[in-house]
């Protein structure tokens, strides 16, 4: 097997340009707006104290300009979507202040900007955006965190009043895991059953004060402190719980559904349930947000971990009296490249959805939205789980320092773990990704045996046909022209790759579609069929993902204009598709698409490939320009080598 | 395909009786002697109140009874290893509590017993027993972990006032992570490379007092705070560097070596290495807790997240206007299920292991040892990232709840994270079991090309030809009885089951061996062959554990006398079988034991396996008898089963 080599060196100042991307600009802005700011996690102090800080903090960035990023340029916004979420993503190295703003700005002032109207605009936007007005997003309720449509508290419009009575009937309505709920906020956007005239609306978002100037709770407003959790001590998570609050009619955000005077319901959008997921849509932001913040993190972990393995040793190389750099075993080797690979994958993919994002605002095309959406869904469940598997590689990796919180490692894993579960819980959310790309199969279950099963499949994703990626016609053209099967090297080839991915998609949701459709008889129950092939289902979303990863990868890689620096690119492109096949080489070799000998290769180019990429590790994670102020863990930024040295010293004289 | 049924119920009495297994009467009398004594984990208070208070919860153990269990009989203890082992794994509910017990009764007091003599007993043992002096065990040093052999402190023998100096000579050296060390411990067990009359005789142990009688460190110790960790913070880590202290020629654990007045050096042992091995196969209890310990606190994780999801529900069955209960969905059975019988099976393997542990100590066979040596460091690795694993999965099957300290997986993660890298680096352990195995093959090493690998390959673990479990007539016999390849069902046979696991074992072995052995030539350096080799030593290790870890299993089920029950536990034991099976089904695959067909029916096994045992899910995870001291989370313990009553009740009227 001929292992493609890499160059002695790249060009680390192109690369990371390529890296920085379309919002290069505003990622300058954020790493000159830290230095020299301390906005280090206060993880070490009190619950108290950490949330002050982190307080204190989130005005510091105000300071820095990047808050309004996300706004509208008529309300003294920046109208930056793209970068507003760049800028969340580069505080991967305070990640409760990262969430509290992200709280704030994204998801309080985001629901404000989306599903609020010009009144809401005028009064509160400049509030928000310099926190004077510091609000919460009360969504999730104790008894309903996933399925957000059957939400219980109720805002039941009152003519007499011409007021909305907002109202926790029971425990399991309250609002659970309130960011700013617990401290901080004065204002909630709260969503509700809309009842008027008796009539049921489904869920809407109103603005609720819960507190008042001085920060006590309002009358009728419970608060309740949700205590210490794994991670993210900074933010203030509450509950909330209505005791027939009042608020007035203009309270409601009215874009997508309105309540005249009289009680009259009306919105542009006639069916319930499309109507709520529209809603849901324009949140889409804070999903991608977490995705991006996630990467970051992973990031930074890899940045500790690699440069501590380049610099520690350990047990002698026989015959050399040499200790061993531990980056040269295999094994280390095997933990961390395979992880940054990944991350350069993910962050080619992440950067082309917050692009589309961008540019997809003032669009109209509902199926686009729909696929921004199911993109969204799924980068953000495989980047957290990625985050959170590789900080604990990269905690494992560094032994005992890896444990002390100077390494930073517990913090980073403390508080990304609640990624994989919050803004969507990944298993939910790459059933919907599945079920959106079943709708390409919508009409072989359109007849009376399976009515059910199409209502139940296509569900809120009804014409999400996910196909296109930017790469595409790249893509078509490397794929066209692999060479045949039989040349040993064929693994190392780029169009070779693309079409096994994309085979594999295919075949996995072909099958799912039969196997749906097969079990799906005039009686059976949609449920039940559907659940029993969860497992098939959840595989057909994570390979669609990875094949939308791998065609953004190559894609970022033809943005790049040096050839050294494409080439270790290539190799990381390599090694990122080999270990993705290696670890589900079972699935390759079940459906004949690799033989023995082949999957047997994948592992043996996996193992080359780590030897290649070695030497150009710690170059590759520091050109994600993570902002150095992140950087603080003694092991990786010079302890280690300092010791050795001293040993070294004593050791020879 | 005829998956097994389960029948409606099993003897939940039995189970417990089993498990509980020869340590009946130890965990009866830890879950009494815990009753009504408030041992409840401190990860609330600041790190120097949680640690006073672990240090209190450490003289209540006293008081209750179990902390001379693993004391000599002529020393005040019970003499009862098996036990000491057993009641540190029912601390899982306070990890802090645990691992400060294991330092002090286990690791430093082990120690004394181990590698003292009668000089030593007579003068300690009573103080450390009843917590009179507290101790440390000074191994690791910052710059070596892992490769302890070569530790930098050194103990130089000064006849003229017959005294050891003991001294840190750079910061590398410095004892680091030593548990007792930053606020408790009065004495340490400090290993340090011993010289006399300027000759090196490798590393030995020596009683260093660290601080005076008010807590003061003593003149030339040097004590720093290791600061908050990811978790355990009520141990009070520290690092310890010694200035040219001195300590009487008596302070030296002279069991395996000695130094007369004079400075002669003498030893049973004249091999310096096979010394040391020796010195540290005496304290391989500690390794063997922090396995059972681990595995304690995977079942406490399991029972916390299997009674949340056969509570909580969440998504409406369509049709029904019934929420689904989300243990009813197969994904969550996926998440929760495997691991629990994966948590049956290493339950059986550690009661063996203890067994062994147990019987061996009036023993003089150097090979059992040996033996014992590698099932304790592959059962440790295997178990202790199971609980990293299985705590990770529970923590996102509870979602948001999971993420709330209130809940209690927070703390377990984070305890338990260091437990795959400290008592042995698991990486390492595995290429410890690795090596082992090979020791079988050394022969064909043994020519004048390949001395220099067999001399790396067999390194401490010469003559460990590891074969025999305690099962191995039951197992022979039902391999033997196993019917041929064609039927269908027979993946549910016992003896197939058995064979494929032995098959697969002997398989990567030799395979091993050839790779090795084919690379091996006159001047190849044996680093490199076996550094490319590394992902394969380690799945020789692995799936060495996983056939022991079945066999273990097996002879658990033939003591259970209750048909049902031994019913339910056999399909169990096919879930832990066929889990392991299809997540290395490429192995499978590409070495011809399972075609495609077999392989996709394996993922159906376990998919029905799934459906079959989750009726049982619960009442099996309660069969452990986890103290219900350690059982405190809400959503563990009818809050969310309270709420959902709640909403019934409201929606009805």
Redesign the interface.
Known sequence: MDVPKTPASFDRAELAELLDGRWAQVRTHVRRALTGVDLSPG??L?TESHRARTLEQLHLLVESGITGLGFPLSHGGQGDTGGSVVSLEMLSGNLSLMVKAGVQWGLFGGAVVALGTDRHHDRYLARIMDLQLPGCFAM?E??????VQ?L?TTATYDPATEEFVVHT?????RK??IGNAARDGRMAVVFAQLITRGDRHGVHALLVPIRDERGNPLPGVHIED??????LNGVDNGRLTFDHVRVPREALLNRYGDVEPDGTYASPIANESKRFFTMLGTLIRGRISVAGTAGGAAKLALRIALRYADARR??????TGE??VVL?????Q?KLLPALAKSFALHFAQEELVSTLHDMQSSDDARAQRELESRAAGLKAVTTWHA?QTI?TC??AC??A?????NQ??QL??DT??F???EG???VLLQLVAKGLLTNYKDQFDDIGTL?MAR?VADQFVGAVIERTAARPLVQRLADAAPGKDDENVIFDRGWQLRLFDDREKHVLDGLARRLRRATGKDA???EVF??A??HV?KAARVHVDRVVLEAFVAGIERCRDRDTAAVLERLCDLYVLSTVEED??WF????RLN?RR??SV?EAV?ALCGRLRPHAVDLVESFGIPDQWLTAPIATGAEA???E??R??DEG
């Open positions: 993880d070490h009190d999730t104790t008894g309903h965190g996933s399925d059957r219980r009937p029971h425990e399991a309505a659970e895991y949700c205590g210490r959790k794994a991670g350990q047990f002698e190389r026989p015959g200790e061993t040269d075993y295999l094994a280390h095997r959170t604990q905690r494992e032994g005992g890896g444990y002390l919180a100077e490692l517990p894993k403390a773990d609640v994989t579960t919050f819980d990944n298993t059910g139940f129950d949609p449920f659940n029993n969860q497992d959840l080489r079972a070799l079940e459906h004949e023995s999957a047997k592992t193992n300092g010791r050795q001293a040993q010293a004593y």
